[in-house]
Protein backbone atom coordinates (compact mmCIF):
# COMPACT_ATOMS: atom_id res chain seq x y z
CA UNK A 1 0.00 0.00 0.00
CA UNK A 2 1.62 3.37 -0.81
CA UNK A 3 1.86 5.97 1.63
CA UNK A 4 -0.80 8.25 0.30
CA UNK A 5 -3.56 5.23 0.44
CA UNK A 6 -6.13 5.22 3.19
CA UNK A 7 -6.45 1.88 4.82
CA UNK A 8 -10.72 1.05 4.53
CA UNK A 9 -11.99 -0.79 8.07
CA UNK A 10 -14.92 -2.61 6.93
CA UNK A 11 -17.28 -3.44 10.17
CA UNK A 12 -19.11 -6.82 10.28
CA UNK A 13 -21.80 -6.93 12.19
CA UNK A 14 -22.57 -10.43 14.30
CA UNK A 15 -24.82 -11.15 16.56
CA UNK A 16 -22.24 -10.83 19.65
CA UNK A 17 -21.79 -6.78 18.20
CA UNK A 18 -25.74 -6.70 18.38
CA UNK A 19 -26.36 -8.42 21.93
CA UNK A 20 -23.45 -5.88 23.36
CA UNK A 21 -25.30 -2.53 21.91
CA UNK A 22 -28.57 -3.88 22.38
CA UNK A 23 -30.53 -3.33 26.20
CA UNK A 24 -32.15 -5.68 28.03
CA UNK A 25 -30.66 -8.16 31.34
CA UNK A 26 -30.52 -6.90 35.47
CA UNK A 27 -28.89 -3.92 37.05
CA UNK A 28 -25.38 -4.67 39.34
CA UNK A 29 -27.68 -4.12 42.36
CA UNK A 30 -30.03 -6.96 41.44
CA UNK A 31 -27.13 -9.08 40.68
CA UNK A 32 -25.41 -8.57 43.51
CA UNK A 33 -28.72 -9.17 45.06
CA UNK A 34 -29.54 -12.35 43.90
CA UNK A 35 -25.49 -13.58 44.25
CA UNK A 36 -25.71 -12.18 47.83
CA UNK A 37 -28.86 -14.51 48.52
CA UNK A 38 -27.12 -17.34 46.66
CA UNK A 39 -24.27 -17.55 48.73
CA UNK A 40 -26.87 -17.18 51.79
CA UNK A 41 -28.32 -19.95 50.43
CA UNK A 42 -25.29 -22.52 50.47
CA UNK A 43 -24.05 -20.88 54.19
CA UNK A 44 -26.64 -24.45 55.74
CA UNK A 45 -24.43 -26.49 53.80
CA UNK A 46 -20.46 -24.71 53.91
CA UNK A 47 -20.68 -23.51 57.66
CA UNK A 48 -20.48 -26.78 58.75
CA UNK A 49 -17.29 -28.00 56.29
CA UNK A 50 -16.29 -25.04 58.20
CA UNK A 51 -16.24 -26.83 61.86
CA UNK A 52 -14.91 -30.30 60.22
CA UNK A 53 -12.05 -28.76 58.83
CA UNK A 54 -10.46 -27.05 61.85
CA UNK A 55 -11.48 -30.40 63.78
CA UNK A 56 -9.77 -32.41 61.45
CA UNK A 57 -6.76 -30.03 62.04
CA UNK A 58 -7.18 -30.72 65.89
CA UNK A 59 -7.06 -34.00 65.15
CA UNK A 60 -4.27 -34.27 63.10
CA UNK A 61 -2.32 -32.28 65.32
CA UNK A 62 -3.20 -34.24 68.14
CA UNK A 63 -1.54 -37.39 66.60
CA UNK A 64 1.72 -35.93 65.20
CA UNK A 65 5.25 -35.92 66.34
CA UNK A 66 6.61 -32.72 68.05
CA UNK A 67 8.57 -32.08 64.74
CA UNK A 68 6.49 -31.97 61.60
CA UNK A 69 7.16 -33.32 57.88
CA UNK A 70 7.22 -30.69 55.16
CA UNK A 71 3.97 -33.08 53.56
CA UNK A 72 2.27 -32.58 57.02
CA UNK A 73 2.52 -29.27 56.99
CA UNK A 74 1.56 -28.85 53.14
CA UNK A 75 -1.72 -30.94 54.05
CA UNK A 76 -2.08 -28.35 57.03
CA UNK A 77 -1.84 -25.26 53.86
CA UNK A 78 -4.34 -26.56 52.17
CA UNK A 79 -6.81 -27.35 54.63
CA UNK A 80 -6.40 -23.78 55.81
CA UNK A 81 -7.05 -21.91 52.52
CA UNK A 82 -10.00 -24.12 52.57
CA UNK A 83 -10.85 -21.94 56.16
CA UNK A 84 -9.43 -18.97 54.54
CA UNK A 85 -12.06 -18.87 51.28
CA UNK A 86 -14.89 -20.64 53.25
CA UNK A 87 -14.64 -17.74 56.55
CA UNK A 88 -13.97 -15.07 53.57
CA UNK A 89 -16.97 -16.49 51.93
CA UNK A 90 -19.14 -15.79 54.84
CA UNK A 91 -18.24 -12.99 56.68
CA UNK A 92 -16.37 -14.60 59.36
CA UNK A 93 -13.83 -11.99 59.47
CA UNK A 94 -11.96 -13.34 62.85
CA UNK A 95 -11.09 -17.01 61.59
CA UNK A 96 -10.28 -15.07 58.61
CA UNK A 97 -7.69 -13.11 59.86
CA UNK A 98 -6.66 -16.17 62.08
CA UNK A 99 -6.85 -18.55 58.85
CA UNK A 100 -4.67 -15.53 56.87
CA UNK A 101 -1.94 -15.56 60.07
CA UNK A 102 -1.62 -19.60 59.92
CA UNK A 103 -0.98 -19.52 56.36
CA UNK A 104 1.85 -17.07 56.76
CA UNK A 105 3.23 -19.06 59.84
CA UNK A 106 3.28 -22.28 57.17
CA UNK A 107 5.11 -20.53 54.35
CA UNK A 108 7.34 -18.86 57.33
CA UNK A 109 8.03 -22.47 58.50
CA UNK A 110 8.90 -24.17 54.69
CA UNK A 111 10.49 -21.24 53.83
CA UNK A 112 12.96 -21.52 57.22
CA UNK A 113 12.77 -25.13 57.28
CA UNK A 114 11.59 -25.34 60.44
CA UNK A 115 8.78 -27.74 61.73
CA UNK A 116 7.60 -26.76 65.07
CA UNK A 117 3.99 -28.40 65.80
CA UNK A 118 3.62 -26.00 68.63
CA UNK A 119 3.23 -22.44 66.77
CA UNK A 120 0.68 -25.13 64.42
CA UNK A 121 -1.54 -25.63 67.72
CA UNK A 122 -1.93 -22.05 68.89
CA UNK A 123 -3.41 -20.89 65.88
CA UNK A 124 -5.94 -24.23 65.07
CA UNK A 125 -6.50 -23.20 69.21
CA UNK A 126 -7.98 -19.71 68.07
CA UNK A 127 -9.31 -20.65 65.41
CA UNK A 128 -11.61 -22.58 67.29
CA UNK A 129 -12.46 -19.65 69.37
CA UNK A 130 -14.03 -17.85 66.22
CA UNK A 131 -15.91 -20.74 64.10
CA UNK A 132 -18.97 -20.57 63.62
CA UNK A 133 -21.76 -21.09 66.26
CA UNK A 134 -19.22 -20.04 69.04
CA UNK A 135 -20.11 -16.58 71.01
CA UNK A 136 -18.90 -13.68 69.14
CA UNK A 137 -15.25 -12.18 70.11
CA UNK A 138 -15.33 -8.60 71.13
CA UNK A 139 -13.20 -6.14 68.98
CA UNK A 140 -10.65 -5.38 71.01
CA UNK A 141 -9.85 -9.07 72.08
CA UNK A 142 -10.00 -10.15 68.54
CA UNK A 143 -6.89 -7.30 67.81
CA UNK A 144 -5.29 -8.31 70.83
CA UNK A 145 -5.28 -12.36 69.74
CA UNK A 146 -4.33 -11.57 65.96
CA UNK A 147 -1.05 -9.52 66.97
CA UNK A 148 -0.36 -12.40 69.64
CA UNK A 149 -0.49 -15.06 66.68
CA UNK A 150 1.82 -11.99 64.94
CA UNK A 151 4.21 -12.33 67.40
CA UNK A 152 4.27 -16.27 67.33
CA UNK A 153 4.94 -15.81 64.00
CA UNK A 154 7.85 -13.24 64.48
CA UNK A 155 9.47 -15.61 67.30
CA UNK A 156 9.69 -18.59 65.26
CA UNK A 157 11.54 -16.61 62.59
CA UNK A 158 13.90 -14.98 64.66
CA UNK A 159 14.44 -18.00 66.80
CA UNK A 160 14.77 -19.85 63.18
CA UNK A 161 17.74 -17.11 61.53
CA UNK A 162 19.38 -17.59 64.93
CA UNK A 163 19.02 -13.89 66.44
CA UNK A 164 17.68 -12.74 69.31
CA UNK A 165 13.57 -10.93 69.37
CA UNK A 166 14.12 -8.12 71.57
Partial sequence: ????????VIY??????????SGGGIT???AISEASKNVEGLAGELLPVLNDEISKLEEALSSAPETLSETF???VFQRQGVIYNLAGTFGCSGLRQIAKSLGDLLADMIELGVRPIEPIQVHVRAARIFRPGMPPVHE???KLLI????????FLRSEAEGRPLL
Fill in 1 to 8: MKSNESAR
Fill in 147 to 154: NHLASVRQ
Fill in 73 to 75: IRE
Fill in 28 to 30: REK
Fill in 140 to 142: EAQ
Fill in 12 to 21: YRNSLHYLLN
